[in-house]
């Protein structure tokens, strides 16, 4: 079955930190994405990458990065610079980056930072 | 500021019922509009869309209308099921700035609970 595979499903970590989450597809799609939810907010996104080798930054981007080797994979990290770290993180692909191609969810990790 | 809203957090319907779940926006330039369903535990799954060129959109017991002059649409499911339930997200996509860079708004959400 073709997918989205988020891991873990739940993640601590101590302040300080860096922490990668793991994002990986075989949908064959080309745009990966990250958002983050937060109780009373929207989801807001992180970073996108349309191809391999590229990425942007989304509107949440500041204390994140990502990498994109792979077609497959789109790992984000989380790092210490991130001042609010603890939240729900929904990655998503979509068969390209255009207004009308839905998005594949994964099932997301939550992240905790204590 | 929240450009989509879902002002209701929560709905409750009657196995065989109409649901009818609303979204609102504030930006005329939304010219794209999706619904998404979520499950707990999971990521939120695609459900339908509708063109701003368009006011009805039907997918089977999914039927998304489209008021631009409101800018309001809303989600009907005709009859709902108890597998109906979950939260519903209304999401607005626009072109923004240059070239061809588009942004996709999400409201915060409406759980659906469909009652036996």
């Known amino acids: 079955d073709g997918g989205i595979t988020q891991s873990p499903k739940y993640l601590f970590r101590k302040e300080g930190q860096n922490v990668t989450l793991s994002c990986e597809q075989n949908?064959?799609?080309?745009?990966m994405y990250w958002y983050r939810q937060d109780p009373g907010q929207g989801l807001r996104l992180i970073y996108y990458s349309q191809i391999v080798n590229d990425f942007q930054k989304g509107d949440i981007a500041e204390g994140y990065s990502v990498s994109r080797e792979k077609k497959e994979s789109f790992p984000l990290t989380v790092t210490s610079a991130q001042k609010n770290p603890t939240a729900f993180y929904l990655c998503?692909?979509?068969?390209?980056?255009?207004?009308?191609?839905?998005?594949?969810f994964g099932n997301g990790t939550r992240l905790t930072v204590t | 500021d929240q450009q989509v809203k879902q002002n209701s957090p929560s709905l409750s319907v009657q196995e065989g019922r109409i649901s009818i779940l609303n979204c609102d926006y504030t930006?005329?330039?939304?010219?794209?509009f999706l619904w998404y369903k979520k499950y707990p535990a999971e990521g939120p799954t695609f459900l339908i869309s509708?063109?701003?060129?368009?006011d009805k959109n039907e997918d089977g017991r999914f039927t998304v209308f489209l008021n631009k002059s409101a800018k309001h649409l809303s989600l009907h499911i005709v009859p709902s099921q108890p597998g109906d339930s979950a939260v519903y997200f209304c999401?607005?996509?626009?072109?923004f700035g240059a070239g061809n860079n588009r942004k996709l708004i999400w409201g915060l959400g409406t759980s659906l609970a469909v009652n036996p």
């Open positions: 998503a692909s979509s068969i390209e980056r255009s207004y009308n191609s839905p998005l594949h």
């Open positions: 930006n005329s330039m939304f010219d794209y």
């Open positions: 999401a607005a996509s626009a072109r």
């Open positions: 509708i063109s701003s060129i368009k």
């Open positions: 949908l064959n799609h080309d745009a």
